[in-house]
């Protein structure tokens, strides 16, 4: 049967090769257009089994809240600069729009106008025409789209300035309210000591854990502030309005904008209009939102600027990881077209061979657009993986029809014992490593199971296109050259040289001689791969798995470093505000959590909002009835000055405490007022403000503090007493980028973000323990922490069955055809052995496993068992005492086949996504392993046998 | 709760001969642990390392004085140069706390509510530096049996918080020596959760000192933070006459 069909295709071939050519074209044809629907997605949550609870939430937030798909602008310089940056950014930003539809819409526009004219012509129903204008209105309406809904950079000023003190812990309360009691400069400063040092093991306790050392921090900067501004009235010199409003804010309710802890970075968050589901718009989005900040930094050139967040990362990897893959293909283009020219000593062949590839690669993109339709992370490198495989189908038929050629055959007969001898090879290889792949499909993971299909079916389709494409394009080359040869143009045609591998052919005819020896020897180096195996480690590590270079990813080490916070943060939504406060607090109460921020932060409970009532009234009272005195006396003076040197050593003391009890943080602050106890150069402010006051006049000093008293104590006292709202808070009241930020726009799930309190990617035992607990809170709970360890369990677990399952299939197959089970263990043997040497040379070349890697273990049982295959037909073919022709000449077309392979795989290392270069490396010592099996361990086995027949 | 310097502390008044061999008690055990731990005084000195918030690794040297079973302690830092005598006394078993800073040349009282709290940025609780008889007084043991635990035969003892007791752990699981009463390991559980351990303390290289088997070194695995301390002693002394003077406010600066 199957020799009747190949026979036939043949005759096919070589009588009507330009129907076979139309046949071709058609199907091109339609597999380019099944193709244009293909789309990619680059998240991690894509490679989940869909029904997998963690995709399904993070699917849901990404859809629900407007908050989780952003773009952050990291920005770098003077914090004066910066402020002014982002002042001027903000509003460009919202300006931005997105052109990318217009020149589509208005095709389309234009279509419906001349079909208006149409029936406006044919005096049509007018209930018609009015459709089509009012598609014609939905259309412009998608025209130069704003991209960008909200700019956050600074907190809700306007809400803290009115609600202020009910977001104060009652403890925090208790302990500050004195500092809010006194307007006045003198007695602003003996309240800020006594709170100081009634609260110090307070603070101590408080800057015990992340969130409470920020509260510190954010403490001293304030002070850092009116130390500053003091210096100024000490001096006697102008302090604007501004500059008086901004230290009080400042000391109420802390620095507005987002600033880093040591002040030399800023971030904005730009919410666009779209989320990360609209492709689309992610491309076109970041670089709309990326050229107006380039624009910008045209007149900033003192500061950095740069993208990051969901968005820009998701473009990023997207634009680049595409690209980089079209130039890995190229390369590797390039490198089997050189290798197999140089190894056949031809040109057109190659370039056949080649044009076929691309064809079947086409109709491969186009089988995946049909059957799977988006790409994810790791089918994205299907044409780089079908590029490899795929060339060795060409390889087989080219070398098989040039050697009937040249053994004087005619064009038809030649066809024919091709695809007899090499075809018959070629399909049951082809279709072995299909199935291989293929069996990823009984994973759940839609990452392995796609990329079964993907390049199961792909490398299908390689093999039709081998089958129906080149051996015509051969045909009417043939044709060709036979013409041009008839007109005495061309050369006469020559008997091809022998090609074949004879130094191959000697060596495994010695190690088949020297069966005992050679075996023996593969058994030691065996063992050394297994013990080399057993050393390999498993890369938990996400970051070593992203792309290297591109700034979104650098950015998010800046937000790490600058502001220690670590992007990959889990998510939860909670369905009530009161879920989503036991939420946050029982997160909270987790040694692996460093901070948690959801609604609550704004929203506290009714009970805690009534406990906190009595204080703000006892605030409100002592505020209302203090007085703003216009001018400080000269006894007043002296006592600043005491509060000012009584402050130092508060500040000191807490340096100390905050180094002995390991809180840099608190440290480095009290560094940038007091300076560093081990560096006297270091700068004192508080020190540098007592020598101007000590330098200056009585009266100078007594003028400036008394405009202090004019102009920052009547704005105090007035913000104070705005602060002292008791009216409970309601969600309502709410502003909305807050509430967009923590709810969905139907404004009844409540998002909850989790902060690991260590280094998730360099400390796996932590990864685990934080995805332990916070899965131990809630079973919700999604983002990449737990997606990211669900994807390392499920691929671990499943690349185990996929290898035991490929290896039945693989097995039955080559029973199926050898006909005995002995030859299909035999031609198995070389490959079971060549895993432990991939897994062996990927340690000894410093590899470790890593969740794309690891994937590498089942696909090479697919691919590398192709060797093993082929000697063993060519054995069962020529018979005994043929192992030097066998290794000569089909040992040549597998080191031939696997060279391309290798260089295909081998090309991915260049790849910007260092994943892709993992799977490339692991599979190209794979490669080499089941080469290097196969030429060492066959011959001996086929000597052993041979000579126990 | 527990002493460091109680644990670490001596088997003075053990008789093994009227143990071994016989059916004993929890209540019976840790009598003998507290027994031990409840050395008269103490001196040492003691290199600890912390791990600080941005994670870095920090080491201390201090010298440490306790008097009455720990019952008052005092720390004073000899090392680095920007600690030098900084000094924590604790006194009443660590419920009052206080400080001295020789930059601003000033004593402070810390608040109870420390007790608590970890100790200068270490994996230790104030209240594990000092809390006199609290396994007796603060929780109910029992035997849950006997165990091999780094290397030595031990038993096994549950201890587990009093009603109306104000202390940081649910209950404890001590590993107790048989030979010599020393508390080899204790798994501390979360005031709230009984069933999650917070933190494991394990004592290394037992030596005789002064006729006392005593953990040279001393580490705290915080399992919640996983950060560690570990506190190695240098040198140690026990019952040593120490004035009672020096548990004072005014000898705090000195």
């Given amino acids: 049967m199957r020799e009747k069909l190949l026979k036939k295709l043949a005759a096919l071939h070589t009588n009507h090769p330009w129907r076979m050519l139309l046949i071709v074209f058609v199907l091109t044809i339609i597999f380019i257009g099944l193709s244009e629907r293909l789309s990619v997605t680059m998240r991690w949550s894509d490679l989940l089994p869909s029904d997998d609870r963690r995709t399904i939430q993070f699917n849901q937030i990404i859809e629900k809240f407007v908050s989780a798909t952003s773009i952050i602008v990291v920005v770098q310089g003077e914090e004066s600069r910066m402020k002014q940056f982002a002042d001027e950014l903000a509003p460009k930003l919202l300006t931005a729009v997105d052109t990318s539809q217009n020149s589509k819409i208005d095709q389309k526009v234009s279509e419906l106008n001349e079909k208006i004219h149409e029936l406006k012509d044919k005096d049509s129903k007018q209930d018609d025409i009015e459709k089509l204008l009012a598609e014609i209105a939905s259309l412009k309406a998608k025209q130069n789209r704003p991209i960008i809904k909200r700019v956050d950079y600074k907190t809700e000023v306007d809400f803290l300035k009115n609600h202020g003190l009910m977001l104060m812990k009652e403890n925090d309360l208790r302990n500050l309210k004195d500092a809010f009691t006194d307007p006045n400069l003198s007695g602003f400063l003996t309240n800020l000591n006594n709170s100081m040092e009634k609260e110090y093991i307070g603070q101590s306790e408080s800057i015990s854990t992340r969130e409470k050392e920020d509260q510190a921090v954010m403490f001293l900067d304030g002070i850092q502030r009116l130390v500053k501004v003091l210096e100024k009235y000490g001096q006697n010199k102008k302090v604007t309005e501004s500059e008086a409003k901004t230290l009080v804010d400042k000391l109420l309710i802390g620095e507005p904008y987002f600033l880093s802890y040591d002040e030399k970075a800023l971030v904005m968050n730009a919410i666009p209009n779209f989320t990360m589901f609209d492709t689309d718009l992610l491309v076109s989005g970041t670089e709309a939102v990326q050229s107006i900040l380039d624009e910008q930094l045209k007149k900033y050139p003192d500061l950095k600027a740069g993208l990051t967040g969901f968005v820009p990362i998701g473009h990023d990897e997207?634009?680049?990881?595409?690209?980089?893959?079209?130039?890995?293909?190229?390369?590797?283009?390039?490198?089997?077209?050189?290798?197999?020219?140089?190894?056949?000593?031809?040109?057109?062949?190659?370039?056949?061979?080649?044009?076929?590839?691309?064809?079947?690669?086409?109709?491969?993109?186009?089988?995946?657009?049909?059957?799977?339709?988006?790409?994810?992370?790791?089918?994205?490198?299907?044409?780089?993986?079908?590029?490899?495989?795929?060339?060795?189908?060409?390889?087989?038929?080219?070398?098989?029809?040039?050697?009937?050629?040249?053994?004087?055959?005619?064009?038809?007969?030649?066809?024919?014992?091709?695809?007899?001898?090499?075809?018959?090879?070629?399909?049951?290889?082809?279709?072995?490593?299909?199935?291989?792949?293929?069996?990823?499909?009984?994973?759940?993971?839609?990452?392995?199971?796609?990329?079964?299909?993907?390049?199961?079916?792909?490398?299908?389709?390689?093999?039709?296109?081998?089958?129906?494409?080149?051996?015509?394009?051969?045909?009417?080359?043939?044709?060709?050259?036979?013409?041009?040869?008839?007109?005495?143009?061309?050369?006469?045609?020559?008997?091809?040289?022998?090609?074949?591998?004879?130094?191959?052919?000697?060596?495994?005819?010695?190690?088949?001689?020297?069966?005992?020896?050679?075996?023996?020897?593969?058994?030691?180096?065996?063992?050394?791969?297994?013990?080399?195996?057993?050393?390999?480690?498993?890369?938990?590590?996400?970051?070593?798995?992203?792309?290297?270079?591109?700034?979104?990813?650098?950015?998010?080490?800046?937000?790490?470093?600058?502001?220690?916070?670590?992007?990959?943060?889990?998510?939860?939504?909670?369905?009530?505000?009161?879920?989503?406060?036991?939420?946050?607090?029982?997160?909270?109460?987790?040694?692996?959590?460093?901070?948690?921020?959801?609604?609550?932060?704004?929203?506290?409970?009714?009970?805690?909002?009534?406990?906190?009532?009595?204080?703000?009234?006892?605030?409100?009272?002592?505020?209302?009835?203090?007085?703003?005195?216009?001018?400080?006396?000269?006894?007043?003076?002296?006592?600043?000055?005491?509060?000012?040197?009584?402050?130092?050593?508060?500040?000191?003391?807490?340096?100390?405490?905050?180094?002995?009890?390991?809180?840099?943080?608190?440290?480095?602050?009290?560094?940038?007022?007091?300076?560093?106890?081990?560096?006297?150069?270091?700068?004192?402010?508080?020190?540098?403000?007592?020598?101007?006051?000590?330098?200056?006049?009585?009266?100078?000093?007594?003028?400036?503090?008394?405009?202090?008293?004019?102009?920052?104590?009547?704005?105090?006292?007035?913000?104070?007493?705005?602060?002292?709202?008791?009216?409970?808070?309601?969600?309502?009241?709410?502003?909305?980028?807050?509430?967009?930020?923590?709810?969905?726009?139907?404004?009844?799930?409540?998002?909850?973000?989790?902060?690991?309190?260590?280094?998730?990617?360099?400390?796996?035992?932590?990864?685990?323990?934080?995805?332990?607990?916070?899965?131990?809170?809630?079973?919700?709970?999604?983002?990449?922490?737990?997606?990211?360890?669900?994807?390392?369990?499920?691929?671990?677990?499943?690349?185990?069955?996929?290898?035991?399952?490929?290896?039945?299939?693989?097995?039955?197959?080559?029973?199926?055809d050898f006909g005995k089970p002995k030859y299909a263990l035999m031609a198995m043997v070389p490959l079971g052995i060549g895993v432990f040497w991939m897994v062996g040379l990927m340690y000894l070349t410093g590899q470790q496993f890593t969740v794309m890697n690891v994937m590498g273990l089942p696909m090479i049982i697919g691919i590398g068992i192709d060797d093993g295959v082929h000697i063993v037909h060519r054995w069962l073919h020529e018979g005994k005492g043929k192992v030097r022709t066998i290794f000569a000449s089909t040992g040549k077309a597998i080191l031939l086949t696997s060279l391309t392979t290798m260089l295909a795989f081998g090309s991915l290392i260049f790849s910007i996504w260092r994943g892709f270069g993992h799977l490339g490396a692991a599979l190209f010592v794979g490669v080499a392993g089941c080469f290097l099996t196969t030429v060492l361990i066959l011959p001996g086995i086929i000597g052993w046998m041979e000579k126990n027949k | 709760m527990k002493n460091i310097f109680k644990i670490i502390g001596s088997i003075v008044v053990i008789f093994p001969s009227l143990v071994f061999g016989q059916t004993v008690t929890g209540d019976e055990i840790i009598a003998k642990v507290n027994e031990l731990m409840n050395q008269k005084s103490s001196y040492a000195v003691v290199k600890m390392n912390i791990e600080t918030t941005s994670g870095q690794q920090r080491t201390f040297e201090y010298e440490s004085w306790s008097k009455n079973g720990g019952e008052k302690i005092l720390i004073r830092y000899t090392k680095p140069r920007r600690a030098k005598d900084q000094a924590i006394l604790m006194l009443n078993n660590a419920d009052d706390i206080w400080a001295f800073f020789p930059r601003t040349n000033r004593v402070r009282k810390l608040a109870t509510h420390a007790k608590k709290q970890k100790m200068q940025g270490s994996d230790f609780s104030y209240e594990d530096m000092g809390s006199g008889n609290a396994f007796i007084t603060d929780f109910d043991a029992k035997l849950l049996g006997e165990e091999e635990i780094e290397n030595y035969d031990c038993y096994e003892l549950e201890l587990k918080r009093k009603d109306g007791v104000n202390s940081s752990y649910s209950r404890l699981i001590i590993w107790v020596i048989k030979k010599n009463y020393v508390p080899i390991v204790i798994d501390y559980y979360d005031e709230d959760d009984p069933e999650s351990r917070v933190k494991r303390l394990v004592q290394y290289d037992i030596q005789n000192v002064d006729g006392i088997p005593t953990g040279m070194k001393i580490i705290m695995y915080n399992k919640q933070n996983n950060t560690q301390t570990s506190m190695e002693f240098l040198d140690i002394k026990y019952n040593v006459k120490i004035d009672e003077d020096l548990f004072t406010e005014r000898r705090l600066r000195k």
């Fill in chain 1, 318 to 816: 997207m634009v680049y990881s595409q690209r980089s893959l079209g130039y890995t293909t190229l390369i590797a283009i390039i490198a089997i077209l050189a290798l197999l020219i140089i190894s056949l000593r031809m040109w057109f062949a190659p370039l056949f061979a080649i044009f076929n590839l691309l064809i079947g690669i086409i109709w491969a993109i186009g089988i995946a657009a049909a059957v799977v339709g988006q790409l994810n992370i790791m089918t994205q490198m299907m044409a780089v993986i079908l590029l490899g495989l795929g060339i060795d189908f060409s390889i087989h038929i080219i070398s098989g029809f040039k050697e009937w050629r040249a053994a004087g055959d005619s064009i038809g007969v030649a066809m024919e014992k091709t695809f007899m001898k090499s075809g018959k090879g070629v399909v049951t290889g082809a279709l072995t490593t299909a199935l291989a792949f293929l069996t990823m499909m009984i994973s759940s993971s839609r990452g392995m199971k796609e990329m079964g299909i993907v390049t199961g079916l792909g490398l299908l389709a390689i093999l039709l296109t081998t089958m129906l494409l080149l051996p015509t394009i051969l045909t009417l080359w043939e044709k060709f050259t036979v013409w041009i040869r008839s007109k005495g143009k061309g050369e006469a045609y020559q008997k091809t040289r022998d090609l074949s591998f004879n130094f191959l052919g000697k060596t495994c005819e010695s190690l088949s001689k020297h069966y005992l020896f050679s075996l023996t020897a593969v058994a030691i180096v065996t063992i050394l791969m297994i013990w080399s195996a057993t050393n390999i480690t498993f890369d938990q590590n996400y970051l070593n798995i992203e792309p290297k270079g591109l700034t979104s990813i650098e950015l998010q080490d800046t937000i790490i470093d600058k502001f220690d916070l670590d992007m990959n943060y889990a998510l939860v939504i909670g369905d009530s505000v009161e879920e989503s406060r036991t939420l946050a607090e029982d997160y909270r109460n987790l040694g692996t959590v460093a901070r948690t921020e959801d609604i609550s932060l704004y929203l506290p409970s009714d009970l805690k909002q009534k406990k906190r009532i009595p204080h703000i009234r006892d605030i409100k009272k002592a505020m209302k009835f203090a007085s703003v005195r216009s001018r400080v006396s000269a006894n007043e003076l002296l006592k600043i000055k005491q509060e000012i040197e009584r402050l130092e050593m508060n500040i000191m003391e807490m340096q100390d405490m905050a180094y002995i009890g390991g809180q840099d943080r608190v440290d480095d602050k009290c560094k940038q007022i007091i300076g560093s106890p081990t560096n006297s150069d270091s700068k004192n402010l508080i020190k540098q403000l007592l020598n101007i006051l000590n330098n200056s006049s009585i009266n100078q000093q007594i003028q400036g503090f008394s405009h202090f008293q004019k102009g920052v104590s009547p704005y105090f006292k007035k913000s104070v007493m705005q602060m002292c709202t008791t009216d409970p808070i309601d969600l309502n009241e709410l502003p909305e980028s807050i509430i967009d930020r923590y709810c969905n726009q139907s404004r009844n799930k409540f998002l909850v973000t989790v902060y690991p309190a260590g280094s998730l990617w360099t400390d796996s035992d932590f990864f685990r323990r934080f995805v332990d607990d916070i899965e131990s809170v809630s079973d919700k709970v999604t983002g990449m922490p737990p997606v990211f360890r669900a994807l390392i369990d499920i691929i671990g677990r499943e690349g185990r069955n996929a290898i035991f399952f490929t290896l039945v299939i693989v097995f039955g197959l080559l029973w199926l």
